[in-house]
């Protein structure tokens, strides 16, 4: 039987980033799961259908931070990768301490993605 492909969504609401992602992780036999919203994200109920969730922080709507603590709030041991395009160490901080595989600084190079997707879902 063959082994089920593991499943990344992304959560962006800039459509450019999942469009790369999809493309990158499609090739190194991930599937993956587009949202636009931590909302959508939710209203899927995505957490239970994946391996793993790359999550922007600043998002409109619910921050990716905010969707991390309702995911582990809820008991979710979801791994979780964030990425931002903003340099703030405060910001940097605030992810680690809520709880993440690795925190990527867009733009980040596929080599970076990968080895954190590889450290999430071994």
Do not use: W, Y
């Not at 980033?17 to 994200?41: C, H, I, K, R, W």
């Not at 990716?64 to 709030?73: S, T, V, W």
């Not at 605030?94 to 190079?109: D, E, I, N, S, T």
Request: proline share 5%; net charge neutral; hydrophobic share 45%.
């Amino acid at each position: 039987m063959p082994k089920r492909r593991k499943i990344v969504a992304v959560v962006d609401d800039h459509p450019s980033m999942p469009n790369a992602a999809e493309s990158l992780l499609g090739a190194q036999g991930f599937a993956t799961m587009v949202f636009a919203s931590a909302e959508e994200f939710l209203d899927r109920g995505a957490a239970t259908q994946v391996d793993c969730l790359l999550l922007d922080i600043h998002l409109g709507g619910v921050s990716g931070i905010e969707l991390r603590r309702r995911l582990k709030d809820s008991g979710s041991t979801l791994p979780v990768i964030f990425m931002t395009a903003l340099e703030d160490e405060a910001m940097r901080e605030q992810a680690l301490k809520a709880g993440c595989v690795a925190f990527l600084r867009k733009p980040f190079q596929a080599r970076q993605l990968l080895e954190a997707i590889n450290k999430a879902v071994p």
